[in-house]
Each structure stands twice: as structure tokens, then as C-alpha cells.
């Protein structure tokens, strides 16, 4: 059985202010861009082989506003300790430094980093477990 491809949408009122948090922080490369798409401006970032990718997207003339809550959070697993350190240095190199996480259980084995719209990304080193 194939596995579907995840796109995760939202808006921003600033989609390139998001791409240094995104493309030069988390590593994710640009695959895909529209201006003026029946009113919108979008930017879709992923990785090659990741079943899954980013959109943000600004409607013309209107206020698309921030994160509606500290907890709204993507969550990366990274198992491997090297690879975790790596991308945690990655970002700060980009320029971004980890923040509090609202909820403490985060901030036991990741770190969390906050985009320019105030969302949060949770960089942690465990597996998942199902």
C-alpha cells in the first residue's frame, strides 16, 4: 500500500519572512511557489524523500494573523543524537534560539523553536514509538 503525501496548509501575511525559519533553519528546500493565484501568494517547502510538505499561503487583502496558541506545534523525532545536535545547530547558526516550550513534557528530550507567525517547532530527540 502506498503511503498518501501529507501537505500541511496555513496562511501568513509574510510567506517569505517564513524562509529563512524554514528553508535555512529546519533544511527544508523550496518545491514549489505561485504569486497572484486568483488572490493568492503561496510557498511549499519539504524534503526529497519526506512523504510530506509545507504551504503558506497570503490571500490578497487580508489579515491572515499569528499562532492561536503556544501549543500548536509540528514536532520532529530525531532519534539519532548526532543528527539531532546538527539540526539544532543548524538553526541557531540561521539565527533562531529555542524557547520555552508551553507544555515542560518538550522541553525533557527537544527543543522547541518559534517561527516569525509564532508558531512552534519541536525538534526532539526520541523515536516515535507506536
Same mark, same amino acid.
Given at each position: ?36 493565484? *486568483? ?6 517547502? &519539504?524534503? #526529497?524523500?519526506? @512523504?510530506? =510538505? ?5 490571500? %490578497? $487583502? ?24 546538527? *539540526? ?6 540561521? &539565527?533562531? #534560539?529555542?524557547? @520555552?516550550? =508551553? ?5 525533557? %528530550? $527537544? ?20
Amino acid at each position: 500500500m502506498s503511503v498518501p503525501v501529507l501537505r500541511v496548509a496555513r496562511p501568513t501575511n509574510n510567506p517569505a519572512a517564513l524562509l529563512p525559519f524554514y528553508r535555512d533553519g529546519l533544511g527544508f528546500a523550496v518545491i514549489g511557489q505561485f504569486t497572484d493565484h *486568483a488572490g493568492f501568494d503561496g510557498l511549499m517547502l &519539504g524534503h #526529497a524523500r519526506a @512523504p510530506y =510538505h509545507l504551504e503558506f499561503t497570503r490571500e %490578497h $487583502g487580508h489579515a491572515a494573523g499569528g499562532a492561536p496558541s503556544p501549543e500548536h506545534l509540528l514536532v520532529f523525532y530525531l532519534p539519532d543524537a548526532d543528527a539531532w545536535l546538527a *539540526a539544532v545547530d543548524r538553526m541557531r547558526r540561521a &539565527g533562531f #534560539a529555542p524557547v @520555552p516550550a =508551553h507544555n515542560p513534557y518538550w522541553d525533557q %528530550h $527537544g527543543l522547541t523553536f518559534q517561527d516569525p507567525d509564532g508558531y512552534r517547532v519541536v525538534l526532539q530527540r526520541a523515536a516515535w514509538e507506536r
